[in-house]
């Protein structure tokens, strides 16, 4: 029995077996330490067993909790679902040991989703490995353990799926890792700079987690997740533009609401990387672009500033980033009422002190709120970020160098790769037959 789930399961580094032998008998056992709870294993056979054999061998044939598996097929399905595999004198008993620990598990508080899962992988890796092979019970779940880390000696977990992953990504992920020269690791965040091949790059390449849905998602998709001891978020590589646009209520929601979601995501982002530069594009440069009343409401709300546009952007994005920032750093409990009355006591008295003017408090505010639609939180700091380069062009240039800055940033992201995949996919990924799983058309 042993040879052939060794033979089976032979990526997966979590499975234990044992072959015992005593004067009489000799029994193997075989279990998925990572899914199994490891003391009814030892309470209920390996103990037993060694105490007295011949005991053991009478109650394993009247012992309810012991059933007769004689379909060999089902070896590896048995297995991954938490039960244990026990041979004795030719015949093969399971006997379920799962270890149950959802009601252990933190909620999600990064990625939240109304229809999903509200369970997160766990800090403790081997609580990881539970959930996600819980709910990716597949023979072809391989699990891979390195050590990064000179002084911190951190386990790091390699998932992939045998048959669905490419090969020339894993490849590269398993030499990036064993050529880590580094002496503390302790999230993801940190081995997705050192394993990343552009060290500055603008946009994520790959996508940090705390939902074991999407990681499941993801190893259906072919990619490789990464686990790294005392995190309880995980590493997707390879990953593109519209992976970081898609939330995993998108697979619960309807086809027409999911595409209206996702256009509004991209509006979003649209609006919070431009918005401040063309402000003050339209307000230096072009106000022609405006009908009449409008330039004229805009000219009258400017008329007690005393200073250009730009620097009157400027401040409102500086107090904008500062209650993002204060918000994450204050205590949850205060964190989200002291940074929404600050936003409103601070807006109305710059805007009544004549310091910035009413429109540049809707421009504040639409690109404050747009920024928060984009569902995975790496690729929401980048964009938080993206429009400041832009306000530069558009200082000294007006719209023709947002024009330019645009220009840039698509030329990039065409450029761009993640692990040698092209990043710039903005349309989700086109389904193929069966046959052809984990394979997509590039859109």
Known sequence: MLNRIETIMAQAKDLNTHRIQNNTITIEVAYISSLCDESKVSDFILVPFL???????KNISLNPNFIVLTDTAKWSETLLRGFVLVQLEGTVYTLDAARV????????????????????????????INIIRSRYPSPELAIEERTVGNCSRTRVSIIFDSRRVDPSVLTEVRDKIMNLEVDFLQAPGQLERLISSRKRSLFPTMMITERPDRVTSSLQAGKVILLVQGSGFALILPATFYDFMHAVDDEYDSFWMTRFLITLRYI????????????????????????????????????????????????????????????????????????????????????????????????????????????????STAIRFLKYPLIIPAIFFGLAGVAVGIFIYIVYLADLRSFGKPYFRFIGPTKRHSGDIGQVDQA
């Open 101 to 128: 620990i959802r009601n252990e598990n933190p909620q999600t508080q990064v990625e939240t989703a109304i229809m999903g899962s509200q369970v997160s992988l766990s800090e403790d890796l081997i609580d990881s």
């Open 268 to 379: 979003g982002v649209i609006l919070t990387i431009l918005l401040p530069s063309l402000y003050i594009a339209v307000v230096s440069y072009n106000p022609e672009l405006f009908r009449v009343q409008l330039a004229f409401s805009i000219a009258g709300s400017r008329s007690a500033v005393p200073y250009p546009s730009f620097i009157e952007v400027m401040i409102m994005l500086f107090m904008i980033e500062s209650l993002i920032e204060a918000s994450v750093r204050l205590p949850k409990y205060i964190g989200s009422t002291a940074t929404t009355v600050g936003g409103l006591i601070l807006g109305q008295a710059a805007q009544q002190a004549g310091l910035v003017s009413s429109i540049m408090i809707i421009v504040t505010s639409v690109v404050a709120i747009s920024n928060f639609v984009v569902p995975v939180n790496n690729m």
């Open 51 to 57: 105490k007295d054999e011949l005991e053991f061998q």
